[in-house]
């Protein structure tokens, strides 16, 4: 099979058939590589400069899989076009436009539209800017508005700030009232760099600037940092499988600072943020209004929940949801399903929420696997439901390509009549678009913009429901990989790569509430608006130290980017089974975190740890115990189990509250204490709820911690003792026990 996708599949490796530089600009070497099966033989490309044909190039260099063609370098403005083939197919054409990049310091003039709406006028495009409780700026290629011309302006905006702006050098300044009744620079706006076509059209925008501040917060769920201030982040929504660093399932344009200053990049489009020499956001554009940015001013607290409110109201999952969630990817047959029921039944171990994963005949991922697998899914899943716990099934938004099997014939028909009622996403061309690599591969994408191609998809899963399934495990969703690739409503594959998993989440939310089911999705993709479709969990990790780590930093972080309801996998997802120390430490976290879920890989996983026929991966409490010879795991795991059953009411109690006021139910300490230094710098504590201070251990070998105390009388939630405010104190925390202080 022929592969080459220009722009390539992820920013952490190179997929080795992309054009290089997949953006040329003027005077830039070129080169285009693909991939080929064996029996392709060599392929050769067909290029075409401003529609004058090149004879065909042979590959410069190659593997016997990989080719690369050397092209040369263009003028700015040549139109290119090329097609790759072999001796068994070709190639869509491709086409791209040389660019050039242009840097722009100062405005050509400033214009007056109204009492607080400005025009800065550069060449090329204009910045409107409007002043209120917040502050839009929005960059916009069009004809300029008319008005009066000035020299500068200033404007009064909240919480002290004042915005400056001049047709001088220093065009857009952030000013704010020190405490010393100086006027201090938080944010100045130095410089714009452009990517233009030749006619003018601007293909990208880097706005440059300066951003005093100690801490930045947000952009998503971030496993590396909490605090970004000497980091940066792509923007893009990344399937990274474990140990993901500094690419996210759920990244989201928007940041918080303890200067009472935040930001929100509303866009459909990646943006690229970086905060390690002041800040710099990167975007690629489309259209007139090329960026669209709100600033807010106010506490982190009110930025965030000012952000939230503009993004989408929140969602309050049921009550059921802040219990105990058991899951794991090897229960794949009835016999799995009742041996974990009574495991909880013989070790009393409460649970509220079994997921399934394995549950379907792995083509169409709606019907049950009957082969051998679940002799009757209707009574087991009463069954279920008559042991007090709710089903969720696992899903993803593909109609399958069977690579290792036959198609069953009802996989055959879906996809038949998919193709020809336009159900999935499109290329170009109309085709219809295959998932280029990685998960799933030639797999169609259903669109869910397209209406009818929503209700025939759920109209094969709604007897699912009639069942009593109450939810599903929404995974997947980043694989909008072509960036020409078309949707029902418009939107290309540039556009539409990080709304996709909020479109897919989005419909089975929608399916849940219009057929009366008060139920949830569990996701670990998304986007902006991600508080409007819980609950998301952090995806993939390895039973390792570095991973539980990652995993705090994540819960954190997301819940600073306004998502209200999130988990892991205790003990992590994948790989070696985890030592009892660190399971029962990530127990303990996870008991004192929104979503408490124990989960794990399939038993022939990507990490399977054994060669071992029949090996039990599962990260159940149960397992854990028997393959590690330790009781103790059992019996500790049980504990916090009941003691989670114990603060589920006061959970459900702060969901609420949390979703009435826009705040994460797992929060940094600096919503409630933005004014206290110690506590903006803390980023391995936070609060869940209002009243429960969590100090999670994830350090291997760790008996004890130090934790600041912000304000207040606390309480250890374990041991009763009590003690003020203001100040650190290392605790002592045994297996058995977390450090978890209550504000009295």
Sequence with gaps: ?????????????????????????????????????????????????????????????????????????????????????????????????????????????????????????????????????????????????????????????????????????????LKRLSEGGTLQEILTLDCFML??????????????????????????????????????????????????????????????????????????????????????????????????????????????????????????????????????????????????????????????????????????????????HWKDPTALVRFIKNEGLHLVLWQIPIIKYEWNETPCEQLIADEKEAIENGYCILNEDGTPYRITEKWFHNSLLLDFTNPKAVQWWFDKRKYLLDMGVEGFKTDGGEFLFDETAKLHNGLDGLEAHNLYPGQYIGAYNKFLKENGINGVTFSRADYIGAQTRPIHWAGDQLSKWSELKAQLNAGISAGLSGVLFWGFDIGGFAGKLPGAELYLRATAFACFCPIMQWHAEPRSGQFYSTNEDGFNNDRSPWNIAEKLDDIRVLEVSVKFARLRKQIQPYLTSEAEYCVNVGRPLMAHLCIDYPEDINACTCDDQYMLGRELMVCPIVEEGQDKRRVWIPKGTWKHYFTGEVYKGGTYKTFTCPLDEAIVLQLL
């Excluded at 042979?58 to 083939?85: C, M, T, V």
């Design 195 to 372: 990517r233009i076509t030749s006619d003018g059209s601007i293909r990208q925008l880097k706005q440059c600037g300066k951003l005093d501040t100690h801490h930045v917060w947000g952009t998503g769920e971030r496993f590396h940092s909490v605090d970004l201030r000497q980091s940066y982040s792509s923007g893009r929504v990344v399937e990274k499988f474990t140990q993901q660093e500094d690419h996210a399932y759920l990244p989201i344009p928007f940041f918080i600072t303890e200067k009472n200053i935040g930001c929100f990049r509303n866009s459909n489009i990646s943006a690229a943020m970086d905060f390690r020499e002041g800040l710099i956001i990167d975007q690629r554009t489309k259209g007139h209004q090329l960026t669209h940015d709100v600033w807010l001013f106010g506490s982190p607290k009110n930025i965030l929940s000012q952000f939230i409110t503009y993004t989408g109201k929140p969602v309050l999952p049921p009550d059921w949801a802040f219990g105990v969630w058991i899951s794991g990817n090897g229960w794949n047959c009835d016999a799995e399903v009742y041996a974990q029921l009574e495991m909880l039944k013989r070790f009393n171990y409460p649970a509220d929420v079994m997921v399934l994963e394995a549950w379907s005949d792995e083509q169409t991922f709606y019907l049950w696997n009957d082969k051998h």
């Design 1 to 173: 099979m022929l592969k080459h996708l220009p722009e390539g599949l992820v920013p952490f490796e190179d997929c080795g058939f992309a054009r290089y530089p997949a953006r040329p600009l003027e005077k830039e070497a070129v080169v285009i590589a693909c991939r080929t099966d064996e029996e392709d033989g060599q392929p050769e490309l067909l290029l075409y400069v401003n529609d004058k044909a090149v004879k065909p190039l042979a590959p410069e260099s190659n593997d016997g899989e990989y080719w690369r063609f050397h092209i040369g370098e263009f003028n700015w403005g040549d139109k290119i076009e090329y097609q790759l083939r072999t001796k068994k197919e070709c190639s869509r054409i491709f086409r791209f436009e040389i660019e050039k990049e242009i840097k722009l310091h100062s405005p050509i003039n400033l214009i007056k539209l109204d009492e607080a709406i400005y025009c800065l006028l550069y060449e090329y495009f204009h910045i409107i800017i409007k002043a209120g409780e917040v502050l839009e700026v929005s960059c916009i290629q069009d004809s300029s508005p008319a008005g009066e011309k000035v020299s500068c302006a200033e404007i009064g905006l909240p919480e002290g700030y004042r915005l400056y702006l001049s047709d001088g050098k220093k065009c857009f300044l």
